[in-house]
């Protein structure tokens, strides 16, 4: 067999509370299209960040060619012939196809102007040669997103790139830009380019790759032919995280139906959806970083339009078109980012916790500010949050406790349908198990729960039922105590279209 | 300064903090130590007479800026809201209480407008929306005036300008400490006043916790717009005139009254009394290097070293304290 263009021995790579790739090896050999899968957080990005030189391995040897290496950064990873081509293109839209293909290593003419005649014509070849008729002037907004992909392959040929890194490729591109993107690639791979093609598409895998991969909880399962492998046996391998924690899971009775969805649509995100949720319920939205699910609660909210669909709350028909109107129907959405949407860091705990419940404290006109401290100070010691005081500034407080501060504010707003995104992410165990017993008490005063969470054991310890989409549908829906609640079948459900 | 808790005072932050408070001192003491017309009734009341103006626009745009925007049509707005004031007497209409009505009216409804293109039309920012009212509306108060100032203002209009209270403070001042007093409480006492420091913090979090917050944005410019109306009363009374091409330098001036007294430019930080002792500072400066002699070219120049030596003292005051954070994160 010939040398592997990279080997990768024994890597580990660790984050706070975390072990994101541990004791991982691979073999990567040009010429050959290597699929890699697995479940979010399986380690897959940091496993590119550390080829591209992002992320530097605690433990572990990277060998180029025979020769040990250290990745110092993404520029030196080009230099060793390692390129990436992210899910977010980086492009800059507003300049040429050319201006794009050539950035900083541009062709100038003897008087030191640039030679854009020349370029031109080499980026019509290069793109010519993968099949493509782009023309190279037009400014790369312009295009479209598998258009863009092929010029970021250019890119990267250009570069004498012997190992292409490809997250997710196709994430975005039409079932004609996927063929497209397929012949390209296999035109790279028979000039020798070696390529690492992550992908949550089953099929695709099954198409164009000689190898897979599969990751699973920062640990390398099984590589082997394609040909070995089936839809179900990929599955299974990524699949069997053990149950490490335990779920403070209390079972309520349902109550009545609190909020019906009926066909929501935003055209090209998510379509035709339609569920239910009951009093003292927790609906868990299970699915692939990016199925739309985030998308889809964000509608329901009013945070951002939808095209088509109704909503109706304890069976009325309302129109939630803004999130001002969404928490006056007490909604409460506890966004998967705390930083950016969930707290306004630079604030106070007072401030962040009472932001949605002013109304509660005025005494005339003014607002009633020993009210104020009363209420935060039975918040914070009731949600125990940890902090020399009310008056500690949101940014100081660790994850864990930011995120006690967002549910204490929605506890304030007195909202009946909570919605959480992620709502541990980001937490430490203790943290965690404090946040689901918050959702309890919750669930206890007859309120209801949307649990949006990509960690599937997450899913299973807290949800009553679960609904998995896939691509912006719903592809299965699977009530707790049925046969098909587990981890296997739900994976089924959001990577494969044709298993449930 | 007192802590909510009424415990845990650290002095050298209420140091640090009342540092644009401590720099207008010195300049005082050192003003009135090296001149002898400067620690004089006169001076003080002329001082206060000086500032009032700038002082009423500063508050406006304190709000502004609080919120993460900018407003530079504010010298334009207390422009065309003294001009409509003008138009009208100039047409016989001499009743106080419709001119002091027509002017707050026009400098809010102009100041709504500088809302309503932020928020409705989604202009990208409102430096951008506001150059363009900062023309229109200077535009139009040339305009309605034929662009000739006019005079003679009833007693009753002159009286915000010109009048005196005991000791000799002038109206305008007290209008000031007033509409400053009104303007903490609002900011500090109501849910709209918190609201703002809210959307100036992070608007997509107050958006998504359910404030109106292209609502509280109109609001806020109304505000501005209504500040520059009482600017614009206490101006025609001062000088009996309605001048079209007044204030062209007020917007600037407020921004670095405002910048002096610490509010953040990207919005969610800063109080009004820091904003009143910015606006405090940039007058006597201009009056004391009046009373020294000094040339206007001179003065440009001073006031723009004080402003961003004040900017500088801010950014060694946050870096110091975010190494305090991080080194208290280590213990």
Redesign the interface.
Known sequence: MTQPFIKLENITKKFPGVVALNNVSLDLFQGEIHGLIGENGAGKSTFIKILTGVHTPEKGKLILKGNPIKIENTKHAIDLEIGCIYQELNNIPQLSVTDNIFLGCQLKKRSGLLDYETMHKKARELLKDLGQDIDPTLPIEKLGMGHQQMVEIVKAITKDIKLLIMDEPTSSLSETEVNELVKAVRKLKSRGVGILFVSHKLEEIFELCDKVTVFRDGQHVITGPVTDFTNDLLIHNMVGREITQQFPKIEFKKGEEILRVENFTRYGVYQKINFSLSRGEILGFSGLVGAGRTELIRGI?G?DPIDEGKLYLNGKEENIY???V???NRFA?L?EDRK????????SIL?NL???C??K??KG???D?SKI?KAVDHNIKSLQIKTP???TLAE?LSGGNQQKVVVG?WLN?DAEIYIFDEPTRGIDVGAKVEVYNLMNKILEQGKAIIMISSELTEILGMSDRVLVMRNGSITAEIKRGNKQFNQEDIMHASWDDSAI | MK???GKNIDYKEVLSKLGPLLALVLVSIALSLGTEQFMTVGNITNIMRQASINSLIAAGMMMVILTGGIDLSVGSITAFAACVMGVMIKNGIMNPVLLIAAGFGSGTFVGYINGILLTKLRLPHPFISTIGTRNIFRGLALLITAASPISGFPKAVQYPGTGDIVFGIPVSFIIVIVMYLGIH?FLN???LG??I??VG??K?????????VNKILVIVYAICGFMCAFAALVMVGRLNTAFPLAGSTSDMDAIASCIIGGVSFLG??GTIWGTLIGSLLITVLRNGLNLIGASADMQLVVIGLVIIVAVYVDVLRARAEAKS?RLAAKR
């Open positions: 909210f945070a803004s999130p001002e969404a928490v006056r959405l966004t950016t949407q969930g707290l306004v860091l630079g604030a401030s009472i932001i949605t002013l109304w404290f005025k006109l003014f607002l500010d401290g005081g009310p008056d100081q504010k707003s | 802590n909510m808790n409480i006492k109501t849910a918190r609201h420091y809210a913090g992070n997509e979090a107050a958006r998504l916790s359910g404030l109106n969610g930080k954070k």
